[in-house]
């Protein structure tokens, strides 16, 4: 009675991604609705969860417009590539395909935007992918004149904060 009371069965077929649970999990007190293991379709496409900054969602944006009406394309996504913590010396690409259209605030008090990256199995080594692993992302947007690309920061605080109107 008490081992079936006992007994965690996922929602889907899968395997267990969370690192050494029998080790993690011994004499583990639990509360109810507490994740205890993460458990992922290795088989099947991945997804990236990132963060954009309020300052950047913007370029984001609008390069995701432009390719949604490019007619020319065939997808309406961008081209992202993104490095591992676990390997930071290897990149790996994706397709950003969407970004939310509410923003959260973080710790640190920043708002951000959350945007989903679909990355093909295939392409990635499965012993560097760890559930909760962090990763640094460049997202491209499009050419832009050099000056921007170099003064963005200031030009947009110019934009926001002076010249508002």
């Not at 008090?109 to 959350?114: D, I, N």
Request: proline fraction near 5%.
């Amino acid at each position: 009675m008490m081992a079936e009371m006992l007994t965690v069965t996922a929602p889907i077929d899968g395997t267990v991604v969370t690192w050494n649970p029998e080790q993690r999990l011994n004499g583990y007190v639990v509360e109810p609705n507490q994740r205890l293991v993460t458990v992922a379709k290795l088989d099947e496409m991945w997804q990236l969860e990132v963060n954009i900054p309020h300052m950047k969602v913007g370029y984001v944006n609008a390069a995701l417009e432009r390719a949604r009406n490019d007619d020319d394309k065939s997808s309406d996504s961008i081209y992202a590539e993104f490095a591992m913590s676990t390997n930071p010396n290897k990149t790996y690409r994706g397709q950003l395909e969407r970004v939310s259209i509410r923003p959260f605030t973080d710790e640190s008090g920043v708002q951000k935007y959350r945007g989903i990256i679909k990355v093909e199995p295939k392409d990635l080594d499965r012993k560097e992918l760890w559930s909760g692993a962090g990763a640094t992302v460049k997202i491209h947007c499009g050419k832009v004149p050099l000056y921007k690309a170099c003064f963005h920061q200031p030009i947009d605080w110019w934009k926001i904060t002076v010249w508002w109107f």
